[in-house]
Every structure is written in structure tokens, then in C-alpha cells.
């Protein structure tokens, strides 16, 4: 009888292991960085508010135009782009706060972007950041950027956009 047990056992087992479908489990490798800018990371959930070491990324303030509506014009979608050039915005901070400029404040520009996603018409708004150098850096980092495009009848959003920069002042 105890050696009938374990093959009842292995019979049930086996049954029940063959009853379910099997699940397919993929394994895909993460892409290649789109280029040196790009995060190996997803963006946080909350996007609100998100921080890469002295670069802190916030909302749009303002967007305004005929695409306002377009999924790829969303208040998200400038933010998560903006997101993943993180690290060209933290270039600018690096390569310009110099050894003792203390490079906190913040940078507001205004920019259009057009249906084919090309940034135009970059404009500092307002600033508290004296560096004319970090100023001119960030506004050709934006310059830079693409937009995922959108049809051509879209036409073209402008976006007021806030980058505060934190550090403490360099020994």
C-alpha cells in the first residue's frame, strides 16, 4: 500500500500539472539608450514632480495651440520627454556652475513645437539663474530635443516650461 501512494500521487500530480496551460514567458532585453542623454530607467509614477540629481522636472506651466488635445502635446508626454534628457540638462549644470557659483534657481522657457516634433522659437522667460553660460546651455540642450510628430492639421502647441536647478555651492 506505501508504495502505491507516491504513484497515485505522481498520477494526480502530473494530471493536474498537464490541466493548466502553460504560461509563455518572454525575456526581453531592454533597448539601447536612444542616445548619451537617455535614462536606463522608466520615468517615476508621479510626474509631477521628478529629480535627477540637481535637475528637479516639473509640469508644463502653459501649453497653448490647436494641438492641445493630441496625446503626444500632453502635459505628460512634454514632461516624460523631457525626462528622458535629464542627463543634458544635468551636463549644463555640471559643465557651467563652475568651482564656487552656487547654481541654484530656476529656468523658465517657452518653446513651439511643431507637428513634425522639431522644437523652434526657444525663449528664456524668466530666470534667477545669473550663469549666462548654464542659461545658454539648457536653451540649446532644449533646442535639441524631438517631439514624437503628429499630423500636420494639429499645427503647433507653444509650452511654458519650468527646470529648477538645487546644489550646494562647490569647496
Request: with cysteine; hydrophobic share 40%.
Amino acid at each position: 500500500m506505501k508504495a502505491l501512494i507516491p504513484c497515485v500521487l505522481a498520477v494526480i500530480i502530473a494530471a493536474g500539472c498537464a490541466s493548466q496551460p502553460k504560461q509563455a514567458v518572454e525575456n526581453k532585453p531592454l533597448p539601447p539608450p536612444k542616445d548619451i542623454y537617455a535614462l536606463p530607467h522608466e520615468a517615476p509614477l508621479d510626474r509631477s514632480l521628478r529629480r535627477q540629481n540637481n535637475v528637479t522636472i516639473t509640469m508644463p506651466e502653459k501649453i497653448v495651440g490647436p494641438a492641445i488635445n493630441a496625446p503626444e502635446r500632453s502635459q505628460d508626454a512634454i514632461s516624460d520627454l523631457f525626462w528622458e534628457k535629464v542627463g543634458a540638462m544635468q551636463y549644463c549644470y555640471n559643465t557651467n556652475a563652475g568651482d564656487t557659483l552656487t547654481a541654484n534657481g530656476k529656468i523658465v522657457l517657452t518653446f513651439t513645437i511643431a507637428p513634425n516634433g522639431a522644437v523652434s522659437e526657444v525663449q528664456l522667460f524668466r530666470t534667477d539663474i545669473p550663469h549666462q553660460g548654464m542659461r545658454d546651455c539648457v536653451i540649446e540642450a532644449l533646442e535639441k530635443l524631438q517631439f514624437k510628430p503628429i499630423a500636420d492639421s494639429l499645427g503647433n502647441v507653444s509650452v511654458t516650461f519650468p527646470l529648477v536647478f538645487t546644489g550646494a555651492k562647490k569647496q
